[in-house]
């Protein structure tokens, strides 16, 4: 369920839903590049992000 309710956070808001999968790693910074370069490839990474750990 834990995951359901990050996926939600991360299609609404994707660099949060990566900050609560991992916090402040690697893997926000990218998320944080490609929401701003555009925002579906920031939220098919942080879907992909939350869905692998």
């Not at 660099?15 to 490609?34: A, E, R, S, T």
Request: hydrophobic share 60%.
């Amino acid at each position: 369920m834990g995951d359901f309710i990050r996926i939600i956070i991360a299609i609404l808001l994707p660099p949060l839903g990566v900050f609560l999968q991992v916090g402040f790693g690697i893997d926000f910074w990218i998320n944080i590049l490609l929401t701003l370069l555009g925002y579906i490839p920031g939220i098919v990474h942080a879907v992909w992000v939350i869905s692998r750990k």
